[in-house]
């Protein structure tokens, strides 16, 4: 854009600084995370000897066999992948509902279902009457307090509505000449219209369920129903790999302390890489998000 | 009062008519409404057993009601105090330092001359948000070990002789949980600023440029000036956020040895109340907190009105 002006030296100064600035900000952000990688990959003895820095040095996916071989944490990643394809269909698909209803100006009685939800983005009820809610529903440790109380999310429905006032209002106006319904035009024609919105808001909805380790920790005792991070969590914590050493390949019980270190890289790997990889494609998507909520706000 | 509003019966006739021919539409709300109470107004009522002596068998019927002894009691409790104390400190300490990255970020970012170079930054720095914070904060925790990557540089740096115990140390809790939280959140926050300086007329600097403002003259007078109102408003919105505790911080970062810097208000309540079943005392706590935080809010609300006329509602 500028570049057929000359640039000065303050010019020159600045773009120095900021690239400088930016390559630390990067490095910052991603090597931390390729460190984790390139020393899950290495022999764990050797990568305790330190200086490892840009490549694994004697590559292995020793470490990794180890945690696949894990029942507990293939279980939990078959359950957190359950939970969030479940919790995302049924979570966006529950709010975009309420949120269609609630943007058409003919409902009856729409300024007190608005206060009703606004209301509950200022106050809330605390974690201990909700656990004893929990309780009484009978959803403790169940796999349906993953799911249920994360049905309706007053935000997202925000996010909803503003896509859904400014789609033509005829589209409705014919459908209704047609004879069709109030749902039937929602799930038909109003759906299949907002795919940027229902992305952006599965998204979302999808990243929660993903990373949550709080309903697990305190809502399911039993672990055979833990998610994965919760499960990630205990595994990091020594005495819990230390419980698991005997399941070592006796190669690897050599220096327990150095193989302990290894699994625990390989086992974050394991969970980050999924978002990772997909991250790139679906980023878009989050930005379209975050701006339709900033100019909301 | 809301189950008479969400069965309407007693209503007129042409509200009547209305309902019925609608009816498809209000049944497409009516289930979020019922979502709403049973999972937000509920528990929110459930705060009553802040002045009960609630036992589970009783229900929240059948307690004795204690009144404001709980209460009593949580401001004798010296560890309420220091939770109470690591909670403000820990927040005033995001406000201060972490609140302000995403907007220098910003500027960072839109300073960078080569496109594909920004692009590569700004998309890397949103990526950590999307991390599970459990998996970030056992990240940390292995790489700031004592014979974690950290130390092993700084070692061979000879910046230091011994490793520090980075997680042992009570003093060094908060600074680590700013910088964590600054790793994590700052390149998405950063998005709601390049939002609004992408707004900024562009005449604005081709303006100052034939008046013959440099770069830095540009971003303090044009780029700056134009950001302040948005950072404003945020920084109040956050103020409201003075009594919240970072809940995931004090259980994943903190330890016992870090007890006396990383214990916060939600951590103290989530033990009393799911740990040693003081369901009525840890209520007392959360809804203390929650107050305060209201309150805040409030006065953050009214205040900004005040200052700017801008009301966030």
Redesign the interface.
């Known amino acids: 854009m500028r570049s057929y002006i000359k640039l000065t030296r303050e010019d020159r100064i600045v773009n120095a600084t900021v690239t400088i600035f930016g390559i630390v900000a990067f490095l910052a952000t991603f090597y931390p995370l390729y460190y984790l990688l390139i020393y899950s990959l290495n022999d764990p003895v050797d990568a305790a000897g330190g200086g490892l820095y840009w490549f694994p040095r004697q590559f292995t996916f020793d470490n990794y066999a180890v945690i696949f071989r894990d029942e507990q944490l293939l279980n939990s990643f078959l359950l957190t992948v359950a939970r969030t394809a479940l919790g995302t269909l049924t979570g966006v698909l529950f709010t975009a509902m309420g949120a269609y209803a609630l943007s058409k100006s003919r409902l009856v009685f729409r300024k007190t279902y608005s206060m009703i939800g606004l209301v509950t983005m200022y106050v809330s009820g605390g974690l201990i009457p909700t656990y004893l809610l929990l309780q009484k529903l009978h959803l403790l440790n169940t796999f349906w307090v993953y799911i249920i109380p994360s049905l309706f999310n007053i935000f997202n429905a925000l996010l909803f509505m503003a896509f859904f006032r400014q789609l033509p209002e005829e589209l409705e106006e014919s459908a209704k000449v047609d004879g069709s319904g109030d749902f039937y035009i929602f799930a038909r024609i109003i759906l299949p219209l907002s795919k940027p919105v229902l992305a952006t808001v599965a998204l979302f909805v999808a990243v929660n369920h993903w990373n949550d380790w709080f309903s697990s920790a305190y809502f399911v005792s039993n672990q055979q129903l833990w998610t994965l991070p919760t499960i990630i969590v205990r595994m990091l914590s020594d005495t819990a790999i230390i419980e698991n050493m005997q399941s070592l390949p006796p190669n690897m019980r050599m220096d327990p302390l150095s193989t302990l270190m290894a699994i625990k890289y390989a086992t974050l790997i394991v969970t980050v890489l999924p978002i990772t990889l997909v991250y790139p494609f679906i980023q878009k998507y989050f930005v379209q998000g975050m701006m339709v909520g900033a100019i909301k706000a | 009062m809301?189950e008479a509003?969400a069965t309407?019966n007693k209503q007129g006739g042409g509200?009547w008519k209305?309902?019925k021919s609608?009816w498809?539409?209000?049944?497409?709300?009516l289930?979020?409404?019922a979502?709403?109470?049973?999972?937000?107004?509920?528990?929110?009522?459930?705060?009553i057993?802040a002045f009960q002596n609630f036992k589970?068998t009783s229900g929240f019927t059948g307690s004795e009601f204690v009144g404001l002894g709980h209460f009593a009691e949580m401001l004798r409790d010296p560890t309420f105090h220091q939770a109470m104390k690591n909670t403000v400190l820990l927040s005033l300490l995001y406000l201060l330092v972490v609140f302000p990255m995403p907007l220098l970020?910003a500027l960072?970012?839109n300073?960078?001359?080569?496109r594909r170079?920004?692009k590569?930054?700004q998309?890397?720095?949103?990526?950590?948000h999307?991390?599970?914070?459990?998996?970030v904060?056992?990240?940390?925790?292995?790489?700031l070990?004592p014979?974690g990557?950290v130390n092993?540089t700084m070692q061979l740096l000879h910046l230091i002789r011994h490793p520090i115990e980075f997680w042992t140390e009570p003093g060094l809790f908060r600074p680590l949980s700013t910088l964590i939280s600054i790793?994590k959140e700052t390149?998405?926050g950063a998005?709601?600023f390049l939002?609004a300086i992408a707004g900024i007329q562009p005449d604005l600097y081709e303006a100052a440029m034939i008046d013959g403002a440099?770069?830095?003259k540009r971003i303090v007078h044009i780029t700056l000036p134009n950001l302040v109102p948005l950072f404003a408003m945020l920084f109040i919105l956050k103020a409201g956020t003075l009594f919240t505790g970072n809940?995931?911080h004090s259980i994943?970062l903190g330890n016992s040895f870090n007890k006396d810097t990383s214990y916060v208000i939600?951590y103290y309540?989530?033990q009393m109340?799911?740990e040693l079943t003081r369901?009525s005392y840890?209520?007392a706590i959360?809804?203390f907190q929650?107050l305060m935080s209201?309150l805040l809010?409030l006065f953050a609300n009214w205040f900004s009105g005040r200052v700017s006329g801008n009301r966030l509602?």
């Not at chain 2, 999307?130 to 998996?135: D, E, L, N, Q, R």
């Open positions: 809301k509003m309407p509200t209305k309902l609608q498809t539409l209000q049944l497409m709300i289930p979020c409404i979502f709403l109470i049973v999972f937000a107004y509920i528990p929110l009522a459930g705060n057993i589970i970020f960072l970012i300073e960078i001359p080569f170079f920004r590569l930054v998309t890397t720095s949103y990526l950590p999307f991390i599970a914070f459990a998996m904060a056992s990240m940390w925790i292995i790489l070990d014979k990557l092993e790793w390149g998405w998005i709601i939002a440099g770069r830095i809940l995931d994943l939600e309540s989530l109340g799911l369901y840890a209520t959360s809804s929650a209201l809010v509602f």
